[in-house]
């Protein structure tokens, strides 16, 4: 089992940054890739970007390619997500969640293990 625990969410003015964590424990040799997942009121959960463990393949979607940037701390085995240049529209509940196979994908059936998520509120 992988467990993870999101960190860092708050609120924000339009325009400022924020950088949530997500630690990964537990059989963590099994990852192979993490990714980030959003999801506003009303809305369906949305893929924001993935990272390979090894850090070998990234991928964004389109809504916040140029803003948002994946990193990983391998010795703490902690996933950062860096949101710059906040719009409203990215307001959400933002989760990290785990694969055990690739590849990096951005379809939330082909992540085993989901964080509680934490809250993100840009204000306008």
């Known amino acids: 089992q992988v467990q993870l625990v999101e960190s860092g969410g708050g609120l924000v003015q339009a325009g400022g940054s924020l950088t949530l964590s997500c630690a990964a424990s537990?059989?963590?040799?099994?990852?192979?890739?993490v990714g980030w997942f959003r999801q506003a009121p009303g809305k369906e959960r949305e893929f924001v970007g993935a990272r390979s463990w090894s850090g070998s393949s990234t991928y964004y979607a389109d809504s916040v390619k140029g803003r948002f940037a994946i990193s990983r701390d391998n010795a703490k085995n902690t996933v950062y997500l860096q949101m710059n240049s906040l719009k409203p529209e990215d307001t959400a509940v933002y989760y990290c969640?785990?694969?055990?196979?690739?590849?990096?994908?951005?379809?939330?059936?082909?992540?085993?293990?989901w964080g509680q998520g934490t809250q993100v509120t840009v204000s306008s």
């Open positions: 969640a785990a694969r055990r196979t690739g590849p990096v994908g951005s379809t939330r059936a082909g992540y085993d293990y």
């Open positions: 537990g059989r963590t040799f099994s990852i192979y890739a």
